[in-house]
Each structure stands twice: as C-alpha cells, then as structure tokens.
C-alpha cells in the first residue's frame, strides 16, 4: 500500500486481496466457522483498501499451464515493462 501511494514504481501482476492479515475466527452453530476483519486499513488519503486490495497499474496474471512450464508470466510482463520505459 505504500509503495502504491507513494508511487514508487509501476505495479505489475493482479490485485492483492484487500486483507490486513488480522482477520478473527471463530466458531458457528452448526459446526460452521467465519472470520472477520478486526482492523481497519486505509490508504493515508482515505481511500479504501480492506475488501479492495492493491490495484495494479498493470494487470498481469500467471496461468497454471505457464507455472507447470516453469514460466513466469507476472515476471516477463514487468521485464518487457522495464525494456519498453528504457527505451524511451
């Protein structure tokens, strides 16, 4: 969320899950379970991140077949990235 708001550098890959990673758990009747988000994050200017994550400038995903292939598409993506703003 920092190097986002900052605006460190471009965000290659997919959207992050918009957790804090504190979530609570417990347990339902019926032998169910829930968990909540106990802590509320935003970006310093008050844009929302719980439930919406970190967006990427851009989107770039990794299929199953590539990972079985021993490529990695999210990496190639942010290298053709570096090469094309080099360049410039």
Known sequence: MAFDFLKRGKIIGEPTAGSTGQPLFFDLPGGGRA?????????????EFVGVG????????QSIAELRAGRDAVLQAALRELKASSAK
């Open 35 to 47: 968990r909540v988000c106990t802590k509320r994050d935003s970006y310093p200017d008050g844009k």
């Open 54 to 61: 970190v967006q990427p400038d851009m989107v770039a995903r």
